[in-house]
């Protein structure tokens, strides 16, 4: 994938940095010089320097500007985190998947992850150019966890139910992963493409071509993914709060409602993601049967 402006000025400091070039609390380019010597943006610029310092390569210091960051001397390793014999990128990667899933995705920071391994920052960039990269690998391997079934079931809305579903609960384990996802800019890796291939060949000779095709897929993982971006949020209030969204809802909402009276027939949990999610699912489904049904061949059968 290409990388956009910022991450490759960003991967050009970066190796400024590994070589020896630049060295802790040495000045880093400035937004201004980045944008003289790179042709970009002050914005694309300042991005730049704001991804190193996310990876805790670079610091802000007022009055001078943005500096090498010295990352200080590694914690001590504790007998419950022995060095790693060889440091590997599926290592890094699975690493990185359990620190995300504890914390989410925006406390994954390369300094942590090395911490967590007990290896330097700069070993990390052997095997991953930059934590944009980390999150793909991650997200691509997250994807090929739960391959496709083979041989399908039979029928293509079983398998759009099974594929949507597949996708659902990879959501349920990994809530970072639906805010790493884009339909603008998909994830173009082999573990999720053989997911998208699937689809289609579940919907390949009924009538509807390629672009239909990718639409159907496109719009059942869009709402699957819609609902999932509040998998995240529902982690971190439950983590700060100590209660569950039903148990909040209890607490709140029936003195809230009580001037509504249809809004006080609403069953507890009918709001819960996981109905959402099958409720969305079925009535999408049952329009890409019209949409079958109107195909040329009429060929489609549930």
Same mark, same amino acid.
């Given at each position: 994938?290409?990388?956009?402006?910022?991450?490759?000025?960003?991967?050009?400091?970066?190796?400024?940095?590994?070589?020896?070039?630049?060295?802790?609390?040495?000045?880093?380019?400035?937004?201004?010089?980045?944008?003289?010597?790179?042709?970009?943006?002050?914005?694309?610029?300042?991005?730049?320097?704001?991804?190193?310092?996310?990876?805790?390569?670079?610091?802000? +210091?007022?009055?001078?500007?943005?500096?090498?960051?010295?990352?200080?001397?590694?914690? @001590?390793?504790?007998?419950?985190?022995?060095?790693?014999?060889?440091?590997?990128?599926?290592?890094?990667?699975?690493?990185?998947?359990?620190?995300?899933?504890?914390?989410?995705?925006?406390?994954?920071?390369?300094?942590?992850?090395?911490?967590?391994?007990?290896?330097?920052?700069? @070993?990390?960039?052997?095997?991953?150019?930059?934590?944009?990269?980390?999150?793909?690998?991650?997200?691509?391997?997250?994807?090929?966890?739960?391959?496709?079934?083979? &041989?399908?079931?039979?029928?293509?809305?079983?398998?759009?139910?099974?594929?949507?579903?597949?996708?659902?609960?990879?959501?349920?384990?990994?809530?970072?992963?639906?805010?790493?996802?884009?339909?603008?800019?998909?994830?173009?890796?082999?573990?999720?493409?053989?997911?998208?291939?699937? +689809?289609?060949?579940?919907?390949?000779?009924?009538?509807?071509? &390629?672009?239909?095709?990718?639409? +159907?897929?496109?719009?059942?993982?869009?709402?699957?993914?819609?609902?999932?971006?509040?998998?995240?949020?529902?982690?971190?209030?439950?983590?700060?709060?100590?209660?569950?969204?039903?148990?909040?809802?209890?607490?709140?909402?029936?003195?809230?409602?009580?001037?509504?009276?249809?809004?006080?027939?609403?069953?507890?949990?009918?709001?819960?993601?996981?109905?959402?999610?099958?409720?969305?699912?079925?009535?999408?489904?049952?329009?890409?049967?019209?949409?079958?049904?109107?195909?040329?061949?009429?060929?489609?059968?549930?």
């Amino acid at each position: 994938m290409t990388e956009p402006p910022y991450a490759r000025i960003a991967t050009e400091l970066r190796r400024r940095i590994t070589l020896g070039e630049l060295r802790p609390g040495d000045p880093l380019p400035s937004t201004r010089q980045i944008v003289r010597d790179f042709g970009v943006a002050m914005a694309t610029a300042s991005k730049a320097l704001a991804a190193l310092q996310q990876e805790g390569l670079a610091r802000a +210091v007022p009055g001078i500007g943005t500096v090498v960051d010295n990352p200080g001397p590694m914690p @001590a390793r504790t007998p419950r985190q022995p060095a790693p014999r060889a440091l590997s990128r599926g290592m890094i990667v699975r690493t990185a998947i359990l620190a995300a899933d504890a914390q989410g995705l925006a406390a994954l920071s390369m300094r942590r992850l090395a911490a967590d391994l007990g290896v330097t920052t700069m @070993a990390l960039y052997r095997h991953v150019s930059s934590r944009e990269h980390l999150v793909l690998l991650m997200a691509d391997a997250v994807f090929g966890e739960t391959p496709p079934a083979d &041989p399908p079931p039979g029928g293509w809305r079983r398998r759009l139910e099974l594929a949507a579903r597949a996708q659902w609960a990879m959501y349920r384990r990994h809530p970072w992963l639906a805010p790493a996802m884009s339909f603008t800019r998909p994830l173009l890796t082999p573990g999720a493409m053989a997911h998208t291939e699937w +689809v289609m060949r579940a919907l390949d000779g009924l009538g509807l071509d &390629p672009v239909t095709m990718i639409h +159907v897929h496109a719009t059942v993982a869009a709402h699957t993914r819609g609902l999932a971006l509040n998998l995240e949020a529902e982690q971190e209030a439950v983590a700060a709060s100590g209660i569950t969204d039903e148990q909040w809802m209890h607490a709140h909402a029936t003195e809230a409602m009580r001037a509504f009276p249809l809004l006080s027939s609403i069953p507890e949990r009918s709001l819960d993601l996981n109905t959402l999610f099958e409720f969305g699912l079925q009535r999408l489904l049952d329009g890409v049967a019209v949409l079958v049904g109107r195909a040329p061949n009429g060929a489609g059968r549930p």
